[in-house]
T-cell receptor, first 111, second 112 residues
Framework: QKEVEQNSGPLSVPEGAIASLNCTYS??????FFWYRQYSGKSPELIMSIYSNGDKEDGRFTAQLNKASQYVSLLIRDSQPSDSATYLC???????????FGTGTRLQVFP | DADVTQTPRNRITKTGKRIMLECSQT?????MYWYRQDPGLGLRLIYY???????NKGEISDGYSVSRQAQAKFSLSLESAIPNQTALYFCATGRRFFNEQFFGPGTRLTVL
């Protein structure tokens, strides 16, 4: 079982819709959770971090964390074609300073 | 702007050559990391360093070595490059007590 799992996609949504990206993780000791956006051929860019159960909103992005179910999700409201990218979920445990990355979900937003 | 820079950005080399990829940062972070990214395999950690005297192997360190010349500089070497080391290489930085990491622009390495 992979430590951090994401559906590879592509997830296709129309412009203006809500895109929902999901991630599950296996280590119950995980404490920190991150979403990175990566455009093709570019480096990962940190867009959201979440540390406690519940929702965290930042502009059009909302990260949701449920530690009991071991999943974290990212919602993108009012999706734009410029949101088309691969979204990487990353998880860190309390006793390590390393991030474990999922392989990413490719999002396509069509006009 | 505080930043992470990588040189070179692109490199084509031949099997058996020694290659060095360099990473510099002006973020003032104490932690630095080297990753490689391959299609379908995601980001894999090669080496990481928490300070100049603390260097650790990641999950795929075989065939690679690193040097932390200063807090701001972390270099990755391929002693004898082989074709399956063809990949996109990223340097990242982070701070003590925080797990978030910030990535450089990457180096696309091709080994023929």
């Amino acid at each position: 079982q992979k430590e951090v799992e994401q559906n590879s996609g592509p997830l296709s949504v129309p412009e203006g819709a809500i895109a929902s990206l999901n991630c599950t993780y296996s280590d119950r000791g995980s404490q920190s959770f991150f979403w990175y956006r990566q455009y093709s051929g570019k480096s990962p860019e940190l867009i959201m971090s979440i540390y406690s159960n519940g929702d965290k909103e930042d502009g059009r992005f909302t990260a949701q964390l449920n530690k009991a179910s071991q999943y974290v999700s990212l919602l993108i409201r009012d999706s734009q074609p410029s949101d088309s990218a691969t979204y990487l979920c990353a998880v860190a445990s309390y006793n390590t300073d390393k991030l474990i990355f999922g392989t990413g979900t490719r999002l396509q937003v069509f006009p | 702007d505080a930043d992470v820079t990588q040189t070179p950005r692109n490199r084509i080399t031949k099997t058996g050559k020694r290659i060095m990829l360099e990473c510099s940062q002006t973020k003032g972070h104490d932690r630095m990391y080297w990753y490689r990214q391959d299609p379908g395999l995601g980001l894999r950690l090669i080496y990481y360093s928490f300070d100049v005297k603390d260097i650790n192997k990641g999950e795929i360190s075989d065939g690679y070595s690193v040097s932390r010349q200063a807090q701001a500089k972390f270099s990755l070497s391929l002693e004898s490059a082989i074709p399956n080391q063809t990949a996109l290489y990223f340097c990242a930085t982070g701070r003590r007590f925080f797990n978030e990491q910030f990535f450089g622009p990457g180096t696309r390495l091709t080994v023929l």
